[in-house]
Nanobody, 122 residues
């Protein structure tokens, strides 16, 4: 089993920034690709960003390209999501996930964190 714990969510005004962290434990972190997903009120959970095992490959949803950056520090067993130029439309619960491959499909991920709330006001 892999345990994932997100942190860094909160309330921020439009145009501001937040950095989310996801700390992993229980298995070898470097064996997993990682992803971030989010779920807004009344909507299905959607893909945000993903990063390969090595950290060399990343991919983003069109809605966040140029504003969000996913990264990882394997020595710390941690993946990050730096969110800049936040918009009210970014308000959602953000989930960290781990899986065997670099993917935009949520069912490709085997392990999920509990989520952290991000609220962007205007």
């Amino acid at each position: 089993q892999v345990q994932l714990v997100e942190s860094g969510g909160g309330l921020v005004q439009a145009g501001g920034s937040l950095r989310l962290s996801c700390a992993a434990s229980g298995r070898t972190f470097t064996n997993y690709a990682m992803g971030w997903f989010r779920q807004a009120p009344g909507k299905e959970r959607e893909f945000v960003a993903t990063i390969s095992q090595s950290g060399r490959n990343t991919y983003y949803a069109d809605s966040v390209k140029g504003r969000f950056t996913i990264s990882r520090e394997n020595a710390k067993n941690t993946v990050y999501l730096q969110m800049n130029s936040l918009k009210p439309e970014d308000t959602a619960v953000y989930y960290c996930a781990a899986g065997p491959t670099f993917s935009v499909i949520q069912t490709d991920y085997n392990y999920w964190g509990q989520g952290t709330q991000v609220t962007v006001s205007s």
